[in-house]
């Protein structure tokens, strides 16, 4: 399935083929504590490593989604219905995502 990827250091959201599990998105994060908030009310979410707010980082870039608080550093959209549990490609379309996406 496809997910996307937000990468705010390049400047650029990508669609990645993923298997599917809460594992795949914490590697892309690239870390193994994650957290998430909605970003549509289809299951659409944002997930994000669940210390960027509080992290100084040199060099890692800062994005945000519609009205979200910013974060910093690689974000991942996919679909969970369940808080999380599941994984599922996103609703929202690349095209429709990136017109919402905020690099700072």
């Known amino acids: 399935m ?5 990468d705010p250091t390049l400047k650029i959201v990508s669609a990645i083929d993923i298997s599917g599990s809460l594992d ?7 870390f193994p504590s994650i957290d998430s908030d909605e970003i549509d009310n289809n299951g659409d979410r944002l997930f994000f490593d669940e210390e960027c707010f509080i992290l100084q980082q040199d060099g890692v870039g800062r994005f945000k989604v519609d009205n979200l ?3 910093a550093g690689i974000g991942v959209i996919a679909n969970s219905r369940d808080e999380a549990k599941s994984i599922q490609a996103p609703e929202v379309s690349l095209q429709d995502l990136t017109k919402r996406i905020t690099f700072l």
């Open 2 to 6: 496809q997910i996307y990827v937000i």
């Open 24 to 30: 795949d998105v914490r590697e892309l994060v690239g």
């Open 69 to 71: 608080a910013p974060v």
